[in-house]
Antibody, heavy 121, light 108 residues
């Protein structure tokens, strides 16, 4: 069955960096575009980034553009999110999410369990 | 910020019909997807591409999308339908995924 397992979350000081990973299994990872989505405490879901299956194009939410970089290693069935210049507003649970079909961006039919990022001094 | 506008809450008696709206200028020109999310669980798609239902989703769940409003319709509401519902779309002019803020459905 499809599994998405995030890791790499933790506590980081404002201005710091963190790299999240998402290990995928149970499907042909190299044929699916993938997303990162986050949810801040008490807030709704916010889309962070999308990367096409072949990594040819990446798209970012306005609040993270220029600070976050989405990437993937199809040989290792892994998705990454490099987060730089972190601010307290980036505190959230971060999820990787797979779209319902490989060549689509949305909707998402599988989500990971999430990894918590806390930005605090 | 969420550009898709949803009412924060809706209360419906069992057996009645719940209509959850999602508003955006000219949303009818885009494909809208709806999710159900229960506490501690991952969101589940209940309607996608405005009106389609994934396998396993009851026929009680349906959708419509026209003009500036998309609607998730839940007929014959059951206690088990109590959850948060949110809309989503891909905006190809912004190259962004947009989420609605979510509507908490309470079954009275």
């Amino acid at each position: 069955q499809v599994q998405l397992v995030e890791s790499g979350g933790g506590v980081v000081q404002p201005g710091g960096s963190l790299r999240l990973s998402c290990a995928a299994s149970g499907f042909s990872f190299r044929t699916y575009g993938m997303n990162w989505v986050r949810q801040a405490p008490g807030k709704g879901l916010e889309w962070v980034a999308f990367l096409r299956a072949d990594a040819s194009n990446a798209y970012y939410g306005d609040s993270v553009k220029g600070r976050f970089t989405i990437s993937r290693d199809n040989s290792k069935n892994s998705l990454f999110l490099q987060m730089n210049s972190l601010g307290v507003e980036d505190t959230a649970i971060y999820y990787c999410a797979r779209p319902i079909e490989g060549d689509r961006t949305v909707p998402f039919d599988h989500w990971g369990q999430g990894t918590l990022v806390t930005v605090s001094s | 910020s969420n550009l898709l506008t949803q009412p924060p809450s809706l209360s419906v008696a069992p057996g009645q019909t719940a209509r959850i709206t999602c508003e955006l200028n000219n949303i009818g020109s885009r494909s809208v997807h709806w999710y159900q999310r229960k506490p501690g669980q991952a969101p589940v798609v209940v309607v996608y591409d405005d009106t389609d239902r994934p396998s396993g989703i009851p026929e009680r769940f349906s959708g419509s999308n026209s003009g500036n409003r998309a609607t998730l319709i839940i007929s014959r509401v059951e206690a088990g339908d109590e959850a948060d519902y949110f809309c989503q779309l891909w905006d190809n002019s912004l190259d962004h995924v947009l989420f609605g803020g979510g509507t908490k459905l309470t079954v009275l």
